[in-house]
């Protein structure tokens, strides 16, 4: 009520924008009180009521606020235990919510009746482009209604419905609708999809309108994965996430083949997909003449000969920025061949965290480290010749934005006040993660200080990953195990919480929908 009495303040000073009160324990009275208020919070464009408990009965006073919130561009309701009586409630306002853009209701316990609510009332929802209703329980008859709507909802850009259960039935039905629609986002990852339903998907691709298909998590096989492959080159998605189907080898031939057609297709996931030496050698094959930008290869069997077969095509694959080839089987000879290539190709980000590289693949890798933005190597079996080469090589690596080494536990003190020394006066972000290193002993000026936060510190004897960084509350949570002097501890916490607070403000959802920020 003191948010509500807040929010509908006749202040010509509130110029209150966006309002974030996710997880936290908002139920119907709470929700009555900012409901009434929305009419007045004449500059709210983003409500944020996700992970609460609303429930049906805050879906009345939330319905009768909409079409009077003069400005609300975005609303939040993930997680708030909505079912398909509540979503009923709110889809009849939508018409009406004349600015409402985008809206999320992911991880609810709704099903196929609020999806044909929602299908009725998308053609008339003018200025709706996003909505999401993954993690639901929407089936193959709700997929079918929201199919109907699609050619007569041609407003609506990004479709979510990750992790339902719309089988083969639902996504021929989305399939047959999505010539005549305009959508350039659907998210179809863990739906029990198979031959029948991929195939009508690859059939509709031609005429469509869409830039990013997610078939991530379903139960593609062998003929599937080929028979999709096989449509790409037509349709050329801008991306193209099979993560994690458990790819055939008999579908990487057939993506490879269609990669140098596919010229609109800018990224490739293929993470955790139990890809071999074999498949990455076809893939190589097909680089030089694609688009590709981005190559995910995450969590994948890829060793030394594969490694190698990407290190060959690279110099030729002009375009291509990323690649990630995170939690392989990659040693010390297939890091050696991708350094050898670095010098020749136009790659600025490279992932290589958690294989099996040593001393022998980081010195290979120093000297080809100048090129790159990013080099991962965390997580691997570094010492100190390979870090005392990466020292060596760092202050001439101008172009070096980020660098992980977290978690190489053979790195001695020496070593890393080596490492240490070189980026003195290097604005680059490093994350050593190492056990005892002190925070004084990496870094005396303020923007070393950024470089040494949470990473220089334990979690309950876990090191904090480079993952973690991206996670403002695991960062939070490292303030009590930093190491250093009264000062420079002092300095840490403050660089700490800014980072939290700037992180917390600007995390991205899941997915930038039009065009996902993969890096």
């Known amino acids: 009520?003191?948010?509500?009495?807040?929010?509908?303040?006749?202040?010509?000073?509130?110029?209150?924008?966006?309002?974030?009160?996710r997880w936290n324990r908002i139920g119907n009275e709470g929700v009555e009180g900012l409901a009434r208020a929305l009419p007045r919070a004449r500059q709210l464009a983003k409500l944020n009521l996700s992970h609460n408990t609303i429930g049906d009965l805050g879906m009345l006073p939330l319905a009768?606020?909409?079409?009077?919130?003069?400005?609300?561009?975005?609303?939040?309701?993930?997680?708030?235990?909505?079912?398909?009586?509540?979503?009923?409630?709110?889809?009849?306002?939508?018409?009406?919510?004349?600015?409402?853009?985008?809206?999320?209701?992911?991880?609810?316990?709704?099903?196929?009746?609020?999806?044909?609510?929602?299908?009725?009332?998308?053609?008339?929802?003018?200025?709706?482009?996003?909505?999401?209703?993954?993690?639901?329980?929407?089936?193959?008859?709700?997929?079918?209604?929201l199919a109907a709507a699609l050619p007569k909802a041609r407003h609506l850009k990004v479709l979510y419905l990750a992790g339902n259960s719309i089988g083969d039935q639902g996504a021929t039905a989305l399939a047959q609708a999505l010539p005549e629609a305009d959508l350039r986002t659907l998210e179809l990852a863990r739906n029990n999809l198979g031959a029948e339903g991929v195939t009508a998907l690859a059939q509709a691709l031609p005429g469509s309108s869409l830039q990013l298909l997610s078939l991530f998590g379903n139960n593609?096989?062998?003929?599937?994965?080929a028979g999709s492959a096989q449509a790409w080159p037509e349709t050329s998605p801008e991306m193209l996430e099979l993560r994690p189907n458990?790819?055939?080898?008999?579908?990487?031939?057939?993506l490879a083949q269609a990669l140098p057609e596919?010229?609109?297709?800018?990224?490739?996931?293929?993470?955790?997909?139990?890809?071999?030496?074999i498949d990455v050698a076809a893939l190589a094959e097909a680089l030089p003449d694609s688009s590709l930008q981005m190559l995910d290869l995450l969590h994948n069997e890829i060793g030394d000969a594969g490694a190698a077969a990407l290190a060959q095509a690279l110099p030729q694959a002009g375009r291509l920025k990323t690649l990630d080839l995170r939690w392989n089987r990659i040693e010390d000879a297939g890091a050696m061949a991708l350094a050898q290539a670095l010098p020749n190709t136009s790659l600025q980000r490279l992932y290589l965290a958690d294989n099996k590289i040593g001393d022998a693949g980081a010195t290979a890798l120093a000297q080809g480290v100048s090129?790159?933005?990013?080099?991962?190597?965390?997580?691997?079996?570094?010492?100190?010749?390979?870090?005392?080469?990466?020292?060596?090589?760092?202050p001439q690596a101008d172009q070096l934005e980020r660098l992980y080494l977290g978690g190489n536990n053979h790195i001695g003190d020496t070593a890393m006040a080596a490492l240490a020394r070189a980026f003195e006066n290097q604005p680059c972000l490093v994350d050593f993660t190492p056990p005892s290193v002190d925070i004084s002993r990496i870094?005396?000026?303020?923007?070393?200080?950024?470089?040494?936060?949470?990473?220089?510190?334990?979690?309950?004897?876990?090191?904090?990953?480079?993952?973690?960084?991206l996670n403002p509350h695991r960062l939070e949570a490292a303030i009590p195990f930093l190491v250093g002097t009264e000062e420079e501890i002092a300095e840490a916490r403050r660089v700490i919480e800014v980072n939290v607070a700037s992180r917390l403000r600007e995390q991205p959802r899941t997915q930038d929908y039009l065009r996902p920020n993969l890096r």
């Open 246 to 254: 458990q790819t055939a080898t008999l579908a990487i031939p057939a």
């Open 443 to 469: 870094c005396k000026r303020n923007h070393n200080i950024r470089m040494a936060v949470a990473y220089v510190t334990r979690l309950n004897d876990q090191q904090v990953s480079p993952a973690d960084i």
């Open 64 to 145: 009768r606020a909409l079409p009077r919130a003069p400005e609300l561009a975005e609303l939040d309701l993930s997680g708030n235990g909505i079912t398909d009586k509540g979503i009923k409630t709110l889809t009849r306002a939508l018409p009406e919510a004349a600015r409402l853009r985008i809206l999320y209701l992911s991880r609810n316990n709704f099903g196929d009746g609020a999806a044909h609510a929602l299908a009725r009332a998308l053609p008339q929802s003018l200025k709706l482009q996003i909505v999401d209703l993954s993690e639901n329980s929407i089936g193959a008859g709700g997929a079918t209604g």
């Open 371 to 394: 090129r790159l933005r990013t080099l991962d190597i965390a997580n691997n079996h570094i010492g100190d010749a390979g870090a005392f080469a990466l020292a060596q090589a760092l």
């Open 1 to 21: 009520y003191c948010l509500a009495r807040a929010l509908s303040s006749e202040d010509p000073e509130c110029k209150l924008h966006e309002l974030n009160l």
């Open 220 to 225: 593609i096989g062998n003929s599937d994965s």
């Open 262 to 277: 596919a010229n609109k297709l800018w990224a490739l996931d293929l993470s955790k997909n139990f890809i071999t030496d």
